[in-house]
DNA sequence: GATGAATGAGTTTTCATTCAT
DNA sequence: AATGAATGAAAACTCATTCAT
C-alpha cells in the first residue's frame, strides 16, 4: 500500500467519521489528502468501496479490542474489560467509533459490529458468575455502553470516572 | 396550514428518518408527496429549514410524553414510564425516534432532545427512593435506554419484553 | 390607476433602474412595493409588459423636457437648455435616466428614446447659428452630452459646473 | 490553457458582450462552446468569476491599445490617435467595447477602464497645447468619445467620417 | 502510480406565471 | 381589486466517475 493510497484511506475515515459519508464528497477527500480525485477511484474504484476499505480498515483496530476481551478468563476480569474499553478511547479511535455508530444508525454499507461475538462472550462470564437471564444481562449491559459511545461521541463528554465506578459497582465489579 | 403543506412536512419526516436528510432529495420529496418541487420552498424556504420544521414538528409529540413523565408524582411509577417509553413506541413515533437519533450523530440541525428535563426527574426520582448517587443513577439508566433505542431502531428487534423486566427489577419495579 | 398599481409602477421603476431588468424578480418587486405578486400580473400582464409600462410612464416624463426644447425659438437658448437638461437632472427623474441608458445598452424592449427630434432641433439650432456642418456638430454635441451621462449615472459625480460653462463656452453660450 | 477552456472564454466573451451577463446562463455558454456545463465550473469556479476571467482577457487588448497612446509624444497625435481609437475598432475588440461599456452601466463586477490613464495624458496634451482648463478639456472630449461608443454600440452606425474629421477640427487637429 | 481534462446526471433553489377564491 | 397556493421550466452549481496520458 502506497502513502498515497494510505493518506486517502485515513482522511477518508476522518471525513465520514466527522461528517457522515454523504456529506463528504470525492473531491473533499482528494484536497483534502493531497491527491488527485481520480487517483482515489484507481485505489478504491468507487466511492462506496473506499467506505467498505475504511470500514474495513477500522475493523482491524477493533478486532484485537475485541480478541483481548473474549480471550480473558476470568469473567470479573472480562466484563471489567468491556467496560473499561468505552471508557477510555484512544484518541485514534475515535473516529472509527463515529463512524461506526454513524454508519449502525444509517447502514450505507453493511458493517461487522462485533456485537454477536461480545454478546457471546459476556454472556457466558454473566453465566459463570450465576447471574439469573446471563443473556439478557449481557445485552443490557452492552445497551448501557452504546448508550454512553452514542452521547461520548455526539460531543457531550460527562465526568466518566464516576460513572464508570458506579456501573461496575452493579456488576459487584471493581 | 394547507393540506399539501402538510403533506410535504410528514413525507419529509418519513424520507429523513428513514434514509437520512442528505440522501433524500427535495425532488423525491416533491415527488412521494405528489406537488410540485417548488412548492416545497414556497412553504419552507430552504431544504435545511424544511428539517427545522419537520424536527420542530416531531417535537410536538415529544413534549407530551416527556410530559407524562415529569409530572407523575410517585417516584416508581415515573421511572417504570420511562422504561415504558422506549418498549413501547407507537408506530406513528417510530419516524420522530429515528430522526432524532439520527440528528444526535449527524447534528445537521440543533434540536432539542429533552435528555435535560428528564435527567433532572430521574435524579430526583432515585434520590426519593434513596439510591446512592442518584445523578448517576440517572445517567446510567438513561444510557441503557439510548443504547437499546439505537438497536432497535437500527432494525435488530430483540425480544423486549425479558430486557423490559429485567431492566425494571433492577430497580425493584414491576 | 389604482394606489397599488401605481406603487408597482413606481417600485419596478426604481429596481430596474438601479439593478437591470434580468436582476430584478417580480417577487422582489412585490415584496417592495408590499402587493402580492399575483397583482402584479392582474395588472400588466408580463413581467415584460411592466417593464413597457414603466418606460412609457418614464416617456411622459422626458416628453415634457423635450417639448420644453424644440418649442424654444432662440437657438442659443435652444442648445442652452438642452446642455442644461443634462447638467441638473431632478432627483426624480434620475432613476428614468438610468432606465433609459440601461436599455439603450441592452434593448430589452424598444424605447422611443426622443433622439431624432432633439437631433432636428439641434441641428436646425446650429444652423440658424451659421454653423458648418450643422447636422454634424449636434450630433457631436449630444454625443457629449450622452457621454456625460453614462459617466454621472455610474456613480462618478464630476465637478459638473466648470463642465457646463466650458462646454457653452464652445458654443459661445453662457 | 486547453482548447476548450479558451472556447469556454471567447464563447462567454461573446454572448456577454451581446446579450448582458445575466441574460446568459451557463448552459447556453456550454452549448454554444459545445463543452459540458460542468466544465465551465471546473475551470472558473462560477459564473461571476468567469465574468471576471472574461474582462481579465479582455483588458488585455485595451492594455495595448491605452499604451500606444500614453507613450505618443507629440501631443496632436496623442489626440488624434485617442480620436481615431474610438472610430476604428478592430472587429475583433468589437465585443471587448461591448462588454466594457454594459459592464459601466450594470457594474456587474469591478472592472479597470483605464479612464484615469487616459485622462491624465490627454490633459497634459492639451496643457501643452496651452488650452485653457486642460483637465476639463480632456473630460469633454473623453465624453464625447464614450457618447460616440454607447451610440455604436448600441447598434447605430453613423456616418462617423465627417463626424471624426469636424471633431477633429474642433481641436485644429486633421 | 498518478494526474488533469472532461462529463451526464443530479443537486438545491429561483423564475415568471396561473388559478381559485 | 387582491391574494395565497401552486407549478413547469430553468437557473447555477456539485457529484461520482472515466479516460488519455
Same mark, same amino acid.
Given at each position: 500500500m502506497t502513502d498515497k493510497k494510505k493518506?486517502?484511506?485515513k482522511t477518508a475515515l476522518n471525513l465520514f467519521a466527522n461528517?457522515?459519508?454523504?456529506?463528504v464528497s @470525492?473531491? +473533499?477527500?482528494?484536497k483534502r489528502a493531497r491527491v488527485s480525485e481520480a487517483l482515489i477511484f484507481k485505489h478504491y474504484r468507487s466511492? !462506496?468501496?473506499l467506505l467498505d476499505a475504511v470500514v474495513l480498515y477500522g475493523q482491524e483496530g477493533f478486532?484485537?479490542?475485541v @480478541?483481548?476481551?473474549?480471550?480473558?478468563? #476470568?469473567? +470479573?476480569?472480562? !466484563?471489567t474489560k468491556y467496560i473499561d474499553l468505552a471508557f477510555k478511547i484512544r484518541n485514534e479511535d475515535l473516529l472509527l467509533w463515529k463512524l461506526?455508530?454513524?454508519?449502525?444508525? #444509517?447502514p450505507t454499507v453493511t458493517i461487522n459490529t462485533f456485537q454477536k461475538p461480545i454478546h457471546t462472550t459476556l454472556s457466558d462470564a454473566f453465566q459463570t458468575l450465576k447471574f439469573k437471564n446471563p443473556k439478557i444481562e449481557a445485552q443490557l449491559l452492552m445497551y448501557t455502553i452504546d448508550g454512553f459511545m452514542v452521547n461520548v461521541l455526539s460531543g457531550e463528554m460527562e465526568n466518566?470516572?464516576?460513572?464508570?465506578s458506579q456501573l461496575k459497582n452493579k456488576y459487584s465489579l471493581k
Amino acid at each position: 500500500m502506497t502513502d498515497k493510497k494510505k493518506k486517502i484511506l485515513k482522511t477518508a475515515l476522518n471525513l465520514f467519521a466527522n461528517f457522515g459519508y454523504e456529506s463528504v464528497s @470525492t473531491a +473533499k477527500i482528494a484536497k483534502r489528502a493531497r491527491v488527485s480525485e481520480a487517483l482515489i477511484f484507481k485505489h478504491y474504484r468507487s466511492k !462506496i468501496q473506499l467506505l467498505d476499505a475504511v470500514v474495513l480498515y477500522g475493523q482491524e483496530g477493533f478486532k484485537e479490542l475485541v @480478541t483481548n476481551i473474549v480471550l480473558e478468563e #476470568n469473567p +470479573k476480569t472480562r !466484563i471489567t474489560k468491556y467496560i473499561d474499553l468505552a471508557f477510555k478511547i484512544r484518541n485514534e479511535d475515535l473516529l472509527l467509533w463515529k463512524l461506526e455508530y454513524k454508519l449502525r444508525l #444509517n447502514p450505507t454499507v453493511t458493517i461487522n459490529t462485533f456485537q454477536k461475538p461480545i454478546h457471546t462472550t459476556l454472556s457466558d462470564a454473566f453465566q459463570t458468575l450465576k447471574f439469573k437471564n446471563p443473556k439478557i444481562e449481557a445485552q443490557l449491559l452492552m445497551y448501557t455502553i452504546d448508550g454512553f459511545m452514542v452521547n461520548v461521541l455526539s460531543g457531550e463528554m460527562e465526568n466518566s470516572t464516576k460513572l464508570k465506578s458506579q456501573l461496575k459497582n452493579k456488576y459487584s465489579l471493581k
